[in-house]
């Protein structure tokens, strides 16, 4: 892990916005603290993972497979459930095909609509993934369980003010709240 910075950006861009705009400091200094942070927690996540030989995008994949009932789920209800464009899930899908993790194929049901169906070996692996990502508190290592709860409850105050989602849907300060991340089969 790189050593902490001993200037702070953000702090700065702080100070600068306040002095011109006082009124919008806190809200750039937020907004600008998530995204720092996203691409930190990424780093962390996507170290982890590496030894597995998938991305965060990948695992989530073969997680939601696995959570499902069936092992199976439509693409387009992936894109939805992931929260992603419908040629990420594809993307993704296809590499986790070619290493023989999941499969695709039509729906019995409706021969327009393809499945991916998670394999053993895909278990197995998302099983070994979950293991280090917990291990590794999902990059947070040094927060209490506390203090991920409610880092959780804040950023989802946002979601609801951003229309992500209804403010009655779900809510579960533990964050394990539906539409918090690949854990929901929704």
Do not use: C
């Not at 962390?44 to 939601?64: H, M, N, Q, V």
């Not at 019995?108 to 993934?129: F, H, K, M, S, Y």
């Amino acid at each position: 892990m790189p050593s902490p910075e001993t200037f702070d950006p953000i702090a700065e861009a702080h100070r600068q916005w306040s002095a011109r705009w006082p009124e919008h400091a806190d809200h750039m200094a937020a907004v600008t603290s998530v995204m720092r942070v996203q691409q930190l927690l990424l780093s962390r996540i996507e170290d982890a993972l590496k030894p597995y030989g998938l991305t965060f995008a990948s695992y989530e994949a073969l997680r939601l497979l696995a959570f499902s009932r069936a092992g199976s789920l439509p693409m387009g209800k992936m894109g939805e459930r992931l929260m992603v464009h419908p040629a990420s899930v594809t993307n993704a899908i296809g590499r986790l095909q070619q290493r023989g993790l999941v499969e695709r194929h039509p729906s019995p049901d409706d021969r327009r609509v393809v499945l991916a169906t998670i394999t053993q070996d895909g278990r197995a692996l998302a099983d070994e993934a979950t293991t280090a990502l917990n291990q590794a508190a999902f990059g947070l290592p040094d927060l209490t369980t506390a203090q991920a709860a409610e880092v959780t409850v804040l950023l989802r105050a946002v979601r609801v003010s951003m229309s992500d989602l209804a403010a009655d849907v779900g809510a579960d300060p533990g964050g394990g709240s539906p539409g918090s991340g690949p854990a929901s089969p929704r």
